[in-house]
Nanobody
Framework: QVQLVESGGGLMQAGGSLRLSCAAS????????MGWYRQAPGKQRELVAS???????NYADSAKDRFTISRDSAKNTVYLQMNSLKPEDTAVYYC???????????????????WGQGNQVTVSS
């Protein structure tokens, strides 16, 4: 009953900016690391950026100095601000969150990864 819902993708010209959002909802005890991945046609899914529960961040080399990941713990939401977009940023972007779900009988549950539905980002040259 936990789900991640993404928003904010679309079509943008090279050099432009887009902001992706991903909100977690449902029966949640805790959210740990959150992150963004992307998958271009014919390529494997790759990490773009991640943010730990304490706020520490990690970026792929391709995202450094252009993308910024942030989170609003009160809203269970993670964001990806993408600036100076390039055509090679074109991909389906997925958010992922490590979440401990709440069991109906309050039995402690191990954390597991949940994925968003994916959001197309297309950058034209």
């Amino acid at each position: 009953q936990v789900q991640l819902v993404e928003s904010g993708g679309g079509l943008m010209q090279a050099g432009g900016s887009l902001r992706l959002s991903c909100a977690a909802s449902g029966s949640i005890v805790s959210i740990y690391a959150m992150g963004w991945y992307r998958q271009a046609p014919g390529k494997q899914r790759e990490l773009v950026a991640s943010i730990a529960n304490g706020g520490g961040t990690n970026y792929a080399d391709s995202a450094k100095d252009r993308f910024t990941i942030s989170r609003d713990s009160a809203k269970n939401t993670v964001y990806l601000q993408m600036n100076s977009l390039k055509p090679e940023d074109t991909a389906v972007y997925y958010c992922k969150a490590e979440i401990s779900p709440r069991h109906p009988l309050l039995i402690p549950q191990p954390a597991r990864d949940y994925w968003g539905q994916g959001n197309q980002v297309t950058v034209s040259s």
